[in-house]
């Protein structure tokens, strides 16, 4: 050890609106000889444990005012913090002022999050904004070659055991470790007051965008091994059920292409109001390979299954609501990386139990298709910023243009193919009967060769099925985005569908409802699209 780097703590001031553990470290820095000052509840709870503690106010010999909105905000603090006490001019104005050195400051910050997120009055939250705190952990953390600052109450730990392996002192290493920590507390506090005002008064697109989120753990690697990769979470006023909100039950540690398509897995189920029935999709590599309603999960999974059960090897499995043991036991019979549902009961936890490898999680309820939302993705040297994909088509959207009107079945399954489409990477087509997807093509670069995709993985499923038929054969087929030819259109026919949805808007469309009208098919327009890239 560089005892050069070990500085004694003589003072400290603690500051907290987080009591826990509190009075265990003020005792340890008492037994210390450290002399103590605080503030308000902090002193309180201290000297009401019996600790020795000096109020901030008579440490500067000015009080509190403003409903304590100025209590810290004095050179005697801020000096005390400040002063370089290697520089002679810094110590000599120590002196002048009789201003006392700080060697430990711990400070966490009023709750404006928690404030903010409980749904607080617009005064309320403001009152909730730490002034001093924050000037205080910079100060602190600034000069952290001589000052140790503390922000959270799970580094008491850290202090405690370097004071007494080191007489007393902390080391330069970890002064060092926690003032980068105080400084992303202090950046992202801001950041959520700042995203908050902006929310407050309609501004979507703020000119400064300030993206803030706590880590919650370290990945053993991204993509690929070469690549490192970390997971984490966003604080949100409303949080949206989902990856980031899920218990994990069991299983390995999920992995970043693990929590990737376990996150497109579910946002695509929660597409489908459980009230209306049990769906599940089986996705890879982000793409659905399968997706059903059934009478029940066991149902909706199987009907999932059978559209590509080579694909689904490996897999991720979704379900808009509970998983039972029937489904748990049948889901258990092949290999799968992760299962994600709403919950489960204890029969499905015990069946699940047995696949140690197997991750559960277990959202505690699905996601808002419609809720307002924002998506971002990095770009070389910056980031692109859209609203969430939350449009919804319903039948009163839909605009029948073909001779031939879709039939009752047909409508219900266009809707559910176009709604599974919005989850598909573009070009996306999906052919889908009796409310289960039969054939999905994915991420091709022509919608031609999506159609003839999904007609191939059509067949194929038919034939591992051991169908006498192809399921694509009185299908539907949706279309992510309109057919700027027919080629498309006549490959989805020759297939076998007999309706149609797309959302139109090509210069071509008279072009392509003629040909419709031609194959005898009927044709949906939904006057939207869903580019999903």
């Known amino acids: 050890m560089n005892n050069s780097t070990l500085k ?48 901030v106010a008579k440490h500067t010999g000015f009080p509190e005012m403003m409903d304590g909105r100025v209590k810290t905000l004095h050179p005697m603090i801020h000096g005390g913090l400040l002063a370089l006490r290697d520089n002679d001019e810094h110590v000599k104005s120590m002196n002048d002022h009789d201003i006392g050195a700080i060697d430990l400051l711990v400070v966490n910050l009023y709750p404006f999050e928690e404030t903010m997120e409980r ?33 959270e109450a799970e580094d008491y730990e850290q202090i405690m055991t370097s004071m007494k392996e080191n007489a007393g002192a902390t080391t330069g290493e970890l002064r060092k470790k926690l003032a980068a920590k105080a400084f992303g507390r202090t950046g992202s506090y801001d950041a959520a007051i700042s995203a908050w005002f902006a929310s407050e008064l309609g501004d979507t697109y703020p000119e400064r965008l300030n993206i803030t989120a706590q880590r919650r753990q370290t990945l053993r690697y991204g993509e690929n091994p070469h690549q490192d990769a970390a997971f984490y979470t966003a604080r949100s006023a409303q949080p949206r059920c989902g990856i980031a909100t899920a218990r994990q039950i069991q299983g390995k540690e999920l992995s970043y292409n693990n929590l990737n398509d376990t996150d497109a897995a579910f946002e695509l189920v929660s597409e489908f109001d459980p009230s209306e029935g049990p769906v599940v999709a089986i996705i890879k590599h982000a793409n659905p390979c399968g997706v059903a309603r059934g009478d029940n999960y066991i149902d909706a999974y199987n009907k999932a299954l059978i559209c590509d059960q080579t694909s689904a090897f490996g897999g991720i499995i979704a379900l808009n609501g509970p998983l039972d043991a029937e489904t748990a036991h049948e889901i258990s019979k092949i290999f799968t990386e992760v299962v994600i549902a709403t919950d489960a009961d204890q029969e499905a936890l015990k069946i699940m139990s047995s696949k140690k490898n197997l991750r559960l999680l ?48 047909e409508l219900e399954d266009l809707l559910f193919a176009f709604t599974v489409c919005k989850h598909v990477k573009s070009n996306a087509i999906i052919y889908v009967k009796n409310g289960a997807t039969v054939g999905i093509g994915a991420g091709q670069m022509s919608r031609v060769d999506s159609a003839r995709t999904a007609a191939r993985k059509a067949e194929d499923a038919s034939e591992a099925a051991g169908l006498p038929y192809n399921m694509a054969k009185g299908s539907v087929v949706a279309s992510d985005a309109f057919f700027p030819f027919a080629d498309g259109l006549i490959s989805a026919a020759e297939a076998g569908v007999t309706a149609v949805i797309q959302p139109g808007g090509s210069i071509r469309d008279e072009e392509i409802i003629a040909a419709a009208d031609q194959m005898g098919l009927a044709m949906a327009l939904t006057g939207m699209r869903h580019f999903r890239h």
């Open 8 to 55: 004694p703590i003589k003072r400290a001031l603690l500051s907290v609106s987080d009591k826990s553990g509190l009075v265990e470290f003020g005792q340890f820095l008492a037994d210390q000889g450290v002399e103590i000052l605080s503030t308000g509840g902090s002193a309180k709870a201290l000297a009401d444990a019996g600790i020795a503690v000096t109020e």
């Open 119 to 151: 749904g607080a009055d617009f005064a309320t939250c403001i009152e909730n904004i730490d002034i001093g705190g924050p000037a205080m952990i910079r100060s602190a953390a600034k000069n952290h070659t001589f000052v140790t600052v503390v922000v």
């Open 362 to 409: 277990l959202t505690g309820g699905i996601a808002d298709p419609r809720s307002i939302g924002q998506t971002i993705r990095t770009v070389a040297g910056g980031f692109l910023v859209q609203g969430r994909d939350n449009g919804v088509v319903t039948l009163d959207d839909l605009k029948i243009v073909t001779k031939r009107q879709p039939t009752e079945q």
